[in-house]
């Protein structure tokens, strides 16, 4: 197994751009989840997804910020439009239902910069 | 907020036990203790986790105190690899915020020649 696929690994982008994230979580994982992590803020979850569904977005930042899942293999998390407090390291992370240990597999993250 | 307490930052020899301890005073029943760790440029990695006895696996061993209001993680022959954050999190097995992982700011532990 790949693992978990994140795309693009870095991006940089101006101010007031949109930026899209791509994720691809592992094969027959039930639950996706987007991180934001900065130095000021740690590792903070954004929302979660059941198959499919949102369940809690409760960390999304704020309307800027937003995040679908068409589909058991793919989601994104987008933000229109981008400001600079933005930049941080953004995870996806994938887990079981039925797993044993509930573990949440992450990917690589992507790197997001915004001037 | 994070319901754990862990020491910012440790050092460790290499090839010794690293000890790394956690405090979660205000841990409830049915709340299980998780440790990962995160890699430089990586993202947050499983190691192990236990409810009330003793854990071990191919990665660490996870001893929890009686009172279960505190516990330690231990590398038990620690390599250059094994430097990283540490975070000790508490969660519900089941039910509502099982799914969630709330980080900390961890313990940096830093593998030494």
């Known amino acids: 197994d790949a693992g978990v696929i994140q795309s693009p690994r870095h991006e940089v982008t101006e101010m007031g751009q949109e930026v899209t994230l791509r994720c691809k979580p592992i094969?027959?994982?039930?639950?996706l989840f987007w991180y934001r992590q900065t130095m000021m803020r740690g590792l903070e979850l954004l929302i979660y997804?059941?198959?499919?569904?949102?369940?809690?977005d409760s960390g999304m930042p704020e309307d800027r910020f937003s995040a679908k899942m068409p589909n058991a293999s793919f989601s994104t998390l987008k933000i229109q439009p981008s400001e600079p407090r933005d930049s941080a390291v953004y995870f996806c992370?994938?887990?079981?239902?039925?797993?044993?240990?509930?573990?949440?597999?992450f990917g690589p993250g992507t790197r997001l910069t915004v001037l | 907020d994070a319901k754990t307490t862990q020491p910012p930052s440790m050092d460790c020899a290499e090839g010794r036990a690293a000890n790394l301890p956690c405090n979660h005073s205000?841990?409830?029943?049915?709340?299980?203790v998780y440790w990962y760790r995160q890699i430089h440029s990586q993202g947050p990695q499983y190691i192990i986790h236990?409810?009330?006895n003793n854990e071990t696996n191919e990665m660490a061993s996870l001893i929890i105190t009686e009172d279960r209001k505190s516990s330690t993680l231990i590398l038990p022959h620690a390599t250059l690899r094994d430097t990283a954050v540490y975070y000790c999190?508490?969660?519900?097995?089941?039910?509502?915020?099982?799914?969630?992982?709330?980080f900390g700011k961890g313990t940096k532990l830093s593998v030494i020649p």
């Open positions: 992370a994938s887990s079981l239902l039925a797993g044993l240990y509930n573990e949440q597999f």
């Open positions: 094969s027959g994982h039930d639950y």
């Open positions: 997804f059941n198959n499919n569904v949102p369940i809690d």
């Open positions: 205000t841990i409830s029943g049915n709340e299980y």
């Open positions: 236990g409810l009330k």
């Open positions: 999190i508490v969660r519900p097995y089941s039910g509502a915020g099982s799914y969630q992982l709330t």
